[in-house]
């Protein structure tokens, strides 16, 4: 049997009530595929900033390495400043674990309605693969004459030939696995920012030489937002940086029907480090602690985290009974029209494994 270590970080809000129902999912695939997972909670996250003044203890790098992969729920609190938290917990874990690529898949499934008219189950079906550990999201400048009148902040972001080749290489061979169009499209600004853009637009040039099989396509940022709402059923694969791609994918997760839907994985594809899954819904305070929370996007990611320990078999299983829920209509939370809870939904997943 397979043994794989999970670090498991609930987080906060909503991400308390997702991650369970999640875990459940995994427990009952397991045993089927010879599998057994043997979960480490941590309860960092806002509570334990609240009582220590930091999002995780200062050995937690170290306590997650050992693990096969992280599953996580959600960070962040209104009485937090966002920047505290991307910078406490997300972007360390992402950096100390290369986790270069994330992959957020969208799919419009047989029974959801897009906001966008005309769209039938099956017709959007996309990947925005972001770059993760680099770019917009560096963390590099700083403040003069803080908090004076006359303040000033620089913000530099850094773009590596090598950061920008192994994300875009990931993109093409993900199209290539994918099996359906083989479109890789590539997204940029690179009429304003002459420097890291156009580096990107040289490095996408060059990879795509190296697969002559796939189609290619280059937009700048706000022509890709256009065409996401206007034509999403062109789009394959689609790879941005990191502001773009987490700009872009959040459009693509409304298309498909809701962020409840909306799972991610970051991806460290060498696999000498544990890469992390998560739903990209947020910690959501407004709704945390009603029972009302969509727990599909984490039981999707907890899927994608069952591929890349492979167990494809048991991913595909996950997927299909989720599909199965949503096409039938009976049992949804609110985001997608329901009045379902949330363990109501789990339920009706669970019920769908064979």
Same mark, same amino acid.
Request: proline share 0%; charged share 25%.
């Given at each position: 049997m397979k043994r794989f270590s999970i670090a498991v970080i609930a987080g906060d809000g909503v991400g308390r009530e997702v991650i369970p129902e999640g875990k459940r999912v995994l427990e009952r695939v397991a045993g089927k595929h010879g599998a057994c997972f043997e979960f480490q909670d941590y309860d960092w996250g806002a509570e334990y900033y609240f009582r220590h003044g930091r999002m995780m203890p200062p050995g937690g790098l170290e306590m997650l390495r050992s693990a096969d992969a992280i599953y996580l729920g959600a960070v962040g609190d209104p009485g937090i400043p966002d920047h505290i938290t991307l910078n406490g917990l997300l972007l360390p874990v992402r950096r100390a674990f290369d986790q270069y690529a994330n992959v957020r898949p969208a799919y419009l499934y047989p029974g959801v309605a897009s906001p966008l008219a005309g769209r039938a189950g099956g017709s959007i079906d996309l990947v925005v693969v972001r770059e993760n550990t680099e770019g917009e999201y560096a963390q590099v400048g700083g403040f003069l004459y803080d908090h004076q009148p006359e303040e000033v902040a620089i913000q530099t972001s850094v773009f590596t030939r090598r950061g920008v080749e192994r994300v875009v290489r990931f993109a093409f061979e993900l199209a290539l696995r994918r099996g359906g169009r083989k479109r890789v499209t590539s997204v940029t600004k690179s009429n304003a920012q002459g420097y890291s853009m156009v580096l990107w637009d040289r490095a996408f040039q060059s990879v795509a030489a190296e697969f002559p099989e796939v189609e290619t396509e280059s937009l700048l940022v706000d022509a890709a937002a256009m065409n996401f709402i206007r034509r999403p059923e062109s789009f394959d694969v689609v790879v941005a940086s990191n502001l773009f791609g987490d700009i872009l994918s959040d459009i693509s997760a409304i298309l498909v029907g809701s962020m409840g839907l909306a799972a991610s994985a970051n991806l460290d594809p060498t696999r000498r480090y544990p890469s992390m899954f998560e739903p990209v819904h947020g910690s959501a305070p407004d709704i945390a602690g009603k029972g009302i929370v969509n727990p599909l996007a984490a039981i999707l990611s907890a899927a994608m985290m069952l591929d890349h320990l492979g167990l494809p078999g048991a =991913? /595909? &299983? #996950?997927? @299909? $009974?989720? $599909? @199965? #829920? !949503? =096409? &039938? /209509? %009976? #049992? %949804?939370? %609110?985001? !997608? /029209?329901g009045g379902s809870g949330t363990r109501e939904v789990t339920e009706a997943v669970l019920a769908r494994l064979p």
């Open positions: =991913a /595909g &299983e #996950v997927n @299909a $009974a989720v $599909a @199965a #829920v !949503l =096409a &039938e /209509g %009976r #049992v %949804r939370t %609110r985001d !997608l /029209g």
